[in-house]
Each structure stands twice: as C-alpha cells, then as structure tokens.
C-alpha cells in the first residue's frame, strides 16, 4: 500500500501514445518522479500537483488497449486502476482516434469508479476541421465529465483539474450499454452472488463481465462457485458488443471525420467485409502471384540465357587454362549452376516483394488479420496469429519471431507450429521451376494453388490442436487498423533492397557452400571420384531411403538427396536438381533430362514433389528460431517431426489423387 501522503490519487489512463505522458509533464512541470511497480519492470510516474487546495498525487501508466491481463503493460495498468488508493481515473483519450480509443473507455466505465475524461489532441480536431458533440458524447458514457484538452499547447488543464477534484466523490454506475438479453441475465446472477459474497466490492458489474470472459485473475482474487452460470468464455460475444457500442458513439458523436479516415472507412467496407473480406484476400494474394510468375518468369528468361552463356565462358576459359576435369565441374556444373540458377530467381522474389511491401505498406496487412479472425477464433487461435502467418509469405524467421505478439506461450508455440506451412518466398523458386517445367500455361495457377494449400494446412492443424487441446486458448482481437495511406516509395525501396540482400547473401554464403557440399557428395564415391553421380556417396545412401517415398511417387534417390540437401535453405532443393540434372555435354533441358532418367515423372510427380517442399521440415535457420523462441528442444524435433509427416501424408494424398487426372 503507497502512504496517501496527503493527497489523493489519480491514474492517467489510456491507450498507448495518446498523450497521457505529455499532459502528465504539462500538469506537473518538472515534479516528476520515477518508480517502479513492484515485481515488473514496467515504469510508472508519479508526480504531484496542488490546485484549488487539494493535493493530487497523479499517476503515469503504460498504455494498454484493454482491461486483460495479457501483456506486461495490462497487468500493471490494471492492478493501478483496481487499487482501492486510485480515487479518480482520468481516461486520456486520443480524440483524433476517437473509435479506437473508445473500447478501454467502456471497459474503464464498468469498474464503477470516478471517471474524467480528457479528450485530448483537440487542436488535431480543429485542425482537420472534424467536429465532436461534447453534449452527446458523455450522454453516451454514464455522464462523466469530459475535458477537451491539447496537452501540446497546455489548453484545458486547469479545467480538467478542476473536474478531477469535483469528481472524486461520485459514484458512476457501470452500466454504460445493455449486452444481449443473455449475458445481461447472467451478469445480474452473478452480481447478486458477488455482492453476497463479498459486500465490499466496488465493481461487482466489471467483476462479474470479467468472470464470463472466464478472466483467471478475478476468479482467483475473489473465488465464487460460478459454473453453473458461466458455462464457457463468452469473451467474444463481450468484445463484439462493445465495439458494437463504440460504433454506435461515433456516429452520433463524431461529425465531418477527416477525409482520410472517410475513404479508409469507404476501402474498408470492402476488404474488411464479413463476407467479402476472405475472398477479397484470395483474389490480392492471387494477383500478386500472377505478376510474380508471368513478368518475373520473363525477365528470368533473359537472366538464363545470360547464366547459359557464362557457364559456356567460365568452362571455355577453365579448358583454355588446363584447368582439372573435376574442378572444371565444381566450377560450372556445381557453383555457377547452383548459385546463378537461384539468382536466375531475383526477378520472381523482387516482385513478390515489392508487392508484399505495398501491401504492408498500404496497411492492408493489419486488415488480412481482421478479416481472419473469424476463421481463427473459430479454430481456437486469434485473429493475431494470422499475421505471423502473413508474414511467413517472405521468410519464416521474423514470421515466428513475430509470434512473441500473442499472449499466451500456448498460443505462440500453435503459431509457430503452423507458421512454417505458410509458402515462404524461398519456396517460390521450387514451384517455378517445377510448375514450368510441368504445367505450361497452367504454371501461375499451379503454384498459386500451393500458397492456398499452405495456408488451408495451418488452419487445419490449428483446428486439430484446439480440439485436441482440452483448456481452450484465450482469443482477445485488439489489432490497430491504421489508416490507409499511399505507400511511401522510400520505405518499400529500403523494404525490398533487405529482403534481397538477404537473398543475395543466402546464394553467396548458405547457397555456394550447399552447392559444392552437393557437387562433392554427388562426385565422390566408395573409388574416389565418381564418372556417374549413380556410383556417388550420397546416391547410395539415398537409394536406402527412396522407397519410402514410393507412396508420394518419388521414390528417386536424387530427390532424397535435394530434399536433404533443402533443409540447408529449400532453394537448395532447386540447386541439388540443377547440379543433378543439368546435362550441358548432351545440350537437354532440365525437364529431357529428368525425363531421360525417369520416363515416367510427370505431373502428379512435380505436383508432389512441390507439396512435400511445402510441407516438410523448413530450414535451418528457421529451425534455430522455433528452438529459441519456445525455448523447447522437445517441442522444436516434435515440430520438425510433424512437419515431414504432414509432408509426407499429404503429398502421398495428392500424388493419388493427382495421378488419377493427369
Ligand atoms: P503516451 O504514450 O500516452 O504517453 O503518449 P505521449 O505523451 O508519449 O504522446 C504521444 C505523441 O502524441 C507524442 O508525439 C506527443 O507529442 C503527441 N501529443 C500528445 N498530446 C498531444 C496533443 O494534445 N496534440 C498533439 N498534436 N500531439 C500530442
Ligand atoms: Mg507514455
């Protein structure tokens, strides 16, 4: 317990960057003074104001976007607000993000405590010449005071004071708006059994919301025999309901919104639409592999036909020199091939990465969560999960370090389990080649189907795990929709030019030591060096474990050795073909060479094959970040597990099923 030191307290509260600390160092000048809240590492402020003979000792706290208890940030707010030592809560709201600031004020309303309002940023309202009804607006939440302020320009602070001081006595009710007739009937059982139970509670309407939102802290802080009444988390009827209130505010609160915010709203009827808003991000997605494939294809056309005549140089000047038989093969046959063929790629990954950066950029991304949420809650995970998963379409690495987002370990590791199966753009080479070379002018769509089966499998091993998963995660939807804005050229440059130096560096480091690993391993055998990669190392050994593969139809051992040979990095699966198959003494194709070898493969076997590339264990460094981020040996070989048996079920099913077709 804090001495109350003469004075009274008051909690600035509100969602991150809202100006809570602004208007904190406007109203107490430079009294400021830091503490810690016991137990975490979050800061709080604690400064001291006199105004009107009253002594008031205000309160910093982090920002938060809800009353949870998920984040680090919500525990400490939330055990401020709770404190009984907290007369008054001032709700710093950012007027200029009036909607979303709202749905922490409703929750703030049901503790039942002394509420003031500052609606705060008032000269970017007048500014963008937008107008809120300041009559209407606390008609609408229980009649608290609000004080338009700008703690920017210092305006409305000594009003504001003066209403804290004038409010600290007054009982706000609670009740802001009805929920549905069924949780209203609940929440009236459970307040009659709260106030038998403990007489004292001060907010005896929150608590009880709290408890159908099955939230653990309040059950364990004051224990009721409640599961007759709370039969499951009605968590999501509870959010939806505010949000549904919130709306309802700012269309009879907020007139002339900017017109930026105007024309999000307008997009975002659109691709945010409960119905449309799936299919809205199918159709995105299948455009931009669309481009991805027919202008990227033909710019790589060129950088082959380039690549083709450099191996000829390189291998004319190697002869020329006397260079060695072998190392002439090292040379073209293993690091020009395997390297020059991934960077024949570029023009594919820098396409699909300009575009993922438009996307991102234009903040559509945030949008694809919003529109998942649906789906995911109905799988057991949050709509949060999804974006992990979307930015699994450039690399996995960040994809799973991004799920440090969600809130509970149990929510991460199902994301991190899933996040791989979504195509990352080191698989885009694998469909490429494979697509083209078997599927002619069917190839966009092929691969694009891969992109849509990826994601199809996350969900269903989402699905999976929640069911089998008795204690049910937690699904709480709070994600910034930010407003639309033209993509700024300068961001997307410095955006594309990592992820392809990223690339670049993958071919000169990962890539150049896979190729002459494989070249070796192909080239040496039990004699020394070896005139038929058939009598090499690796082929022997890989001819043990190629039967297996016989139900996904590629029971080859050269397969054996690129999927090997892919968890390096999966392009390398591309690589261990080339280095296999390219025949430039006989002057085939790649697809007359495999052919030539293995008269049969075809389509079904291509369509397999790129599945199980999908599918199976993702690459090394993915690997090393799934075990640092869940911080399991256990879980990381479970998962590298499932994946290769999700791999190869599923390729078995569409070899089957493929080979019936084509
Ligand atoms: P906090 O995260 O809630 O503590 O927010 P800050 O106090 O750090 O403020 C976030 C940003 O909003 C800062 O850049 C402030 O300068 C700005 N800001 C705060 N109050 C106002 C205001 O009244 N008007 C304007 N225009 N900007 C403000
Ligand atoms: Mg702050």
Redesign the pocket.
Known sequence: MREHANGFHVAFV???????????NAITGSKLKVANWPGVTVEKKEGTVEFENEKLILI?TP?IYSLSTYTIEEKVTRNCVLDDDIEVIVN?VDASNLERNLYLTLQLLELGKPIVMAL?????IEERGMEIDLHRLPEMLCDIPIVP?????KRGLDILLHAIIHHKEAVTLGQVFSYSEELEDKISKLEVIMAAKYPNHSSARWHSIKLLEDDEEVSEEHPVDVSRIVDRSYSRQIIQAKYGYVEEVIRECLFNKSSKEARTDKIDAVLTHPLFGVPCFLIIMALVFLLTFTLGDWIKGFLEIFLEWFQGVVGNLLTFLNAAEWLKGLIVDGIIAGVGGILTFLPNIIILFIALAILEDSGYMSRVAYVMDGIMSKLGLSGKAFLPMVLGFGCTVPAVMATRALETPKDRRRTMLVTPFMSCSARLPIYVLFSGLFFGKFAALVSFSMYVLGILIALLTAFITNLLDREKGKNNLLIELPEYKRPNLRSIRVYVWNKVKDYLTKAGTTIFIASIVVWFALNIGPKGFVNEPVESFAAYLARFIAPVLKPCGLNMWEVVVALFAGVSAKEVVVTSFTVLFSDAVNNMSLLESIQAVYPSFGGANALSLMVFCLLYTPCLATIATIKKESESLKFTIFAMIFQVATAFAFSALVYNIARLYI
């Open positions: 509100g969602n991150p960057n809202c100006g809570k600390t602004t208007l904190f910093d920002g710093v705060n940023m008032m000269d970017v302020v700008s703690a920017i320009k």
